[in-house]
């Protein structure tokens, strides 16, 4: 199934080799030029005070950026944020931490949010790896949810995938005993790669046999529905921390 940018659910997705986490480096994203619409400029100009925090390398204090504790589920790659949205309006009792480094994504989001009055989403436009690193404490986040990330068709490209081994392990770190992790793509190989490296990671535990059904409260995308009527699969992934 071809990504439209538009329709994806999940934008950041590039890992880069050039830097460590401990001895290599994980770069959650590559830049791509993008064109801000001027509603969507609006919308930043507008909300981005309220809405969009800044990145700083400590942790952030999500109770008072968010003005009440609550379960929080941390986004990665929202694309141009229908999805979150639609999650955050049908979940208002838990808070969604969203990061997307493309300006146009973020503005579609604001504008969501200040088209219906969504109140528990907070944006980050940083690179996912150092906002892990330094803004979430350990221990606690209550759900990640990654959807549609890069698939790296080409199979020497495979390795600049987001799903990796100490990137899951990153995570894991973050997540709560009992907090979930969600993943979803429609490119079959890396369902594959993401089963396997979910399954080798020994501090989560697949809730499903394999492959998960697709849970309620992810949406089915315009441009997921039309690659389910051409036959294209998609593959959904839920674990949990143990």
Known sequence: MNHDPKDDAGDQSDVNE????????IR??????????????RAIDDLGPRYVVPYTPQT?????LFGRH????LEIGFGMGATTAEIAAARPGDDFIGVEVHEPGVGALLKLIGEQGLGNIRILQHDAVEVLEHMIAPDSLDGVHIYFPD??????????RLIQPKFVALLVSRMKPGGYIHLATDWQNYAEQMLEVLCAEPALENTADGYAPRPDFRPVTKFERRGLRLGHGVWDLMFRRR
Do not use: C, E, I, Y
Not at 18 to 25: E, P, S
Not at 30 to 39: E, Q, W
């Open 18 to 25: 050039n830097a460590t986490l401990r001895h290599r480096r």
């Open 28 to 41: 959650s994203f590559v830049t791509r030029a993008g064109r801000v619409s001027p509603g969507q400029q």
């Open 60 to 64: 952030a204090d999500w109770d008072a």
């Open 70 to 73: 609550a379960a929080r589920v």
């Open 151 to 160: 698939p790296w068709h080409k199979a020497r490209h495979h390795k600049r």
